[in-house]
């Protein structure tokens, strides 16, 4: 079975400052797509950044950029320029390619970011 | 464009009363649906997903149940609340390789 792992329970990071999130998951297949999610304090799901597994580039928007490194498992979110509107909690997903069954989505227990003016 | 809307937003229930949630979605057809419960600060625990119309499958065992009874419509329900059934829970639609589009969520507090 998938997991994911986001070993930071709790990150913080100043204004316009810059800030990482850490995020591995264990998987045999080799096609996926992997994904970040913000949720803020209003609880809607909001969908960050996607990558898909075959890509070699690294996928940005804006000023969210993520770092893939398929051998190793990884896949952490940077966010650049941080701003008081990125505080809320950072949700690492996978979700395999071509499953027939259910296209289920892998959580990991999430990072909540604080950012401090 | 692809919707996906769910409610009521916020439910206060007794123990032992009964639950029902629903979520529809407009602008596809045949959508693979989900049921997520959520713990205060915590992650996402898959409930149930569909695959379609009275197809449902179920992740956890739990005083919960889905039904689909058209395309677009997924609902959880329960016959009798429990404590522990309080949660913010989250129904959720997957657009392929976009991912998931969630609903904005029902908090669920059961007294």
Redesign the interface.
């Known amino acids: 079975a998938q997991t994911v792992t986001q070993s930071q329970p709790e990150m913080s990071v100043q204004e316009a400052e810059t800030v990482t999130l850490s995020c591995t998951y264990d998987t045999s297949e080799s096609d996926y797509?992997l994904?970040w999610?913000k949720q803020p304090p209003?609880?809607?799901?909001i969908?960050v950044i996607?990558q898909?597994a075959y890509k070699q580039q690294n996928a940005t928007e804006n000023r969210f950029s993520v770092n893939f490194q398929k051998a190793a498992k990884s896949f952490s979110l940077k966010i650049s320029d941080s701003q008081l509107g990125d505080a809320a909690?950072y949700?690492c997903?996978y979700?395999p390619?071509g499953e027939t069954?259910?296209?289920?989505?892998t959580?990991?227990?999430?990072t909540?970011l604080t950012v401090n003016p | 464009s692809q919707t996906i809307h769910q409610w009521p937003a916020t439910l206060v229930q007794p123990v032992g009363s009964p639950l029902s949630l629903e979520c529809t979605v407009e602008g596809t057809s045949n959508p693979?649906l989900?049921w997520y419960r959520?713990a205060a600060?915590?992650?996402?625990q898959?409930l149930f997903?569909s695959?379609g119309i009275g197809q449902i499958?179920s992740?956890v065992p739990q005083n919960l149940s889905a039904s689909r009874p058209q395309d677009r419509q997924f609902i959880l329900s329960s016959k009798k609340l429990l404590l522990s059934d309080s949660g913010?829970y989250?129904c959720?639609w997957?657009a392929g390789?976009?991912?998931?589009?969630?609903g904005?969520?029902t908090?669920l507090t059961v007294v």
């Open positions: 797509y994904f999610y209003s609880r809607q799901m969908l996607r898909e909690m949700f997903a979700l390619q069954s259910g296209s289920r989505l959580f990991g227990e999430g909540q | 693979n989900y959520q600060g915590r992650g996402l898959l997903y695959v499958s992740e913010f989250l959720a997957v390789f976009r991912g998931y589009t969630f904005s969520g908090r």
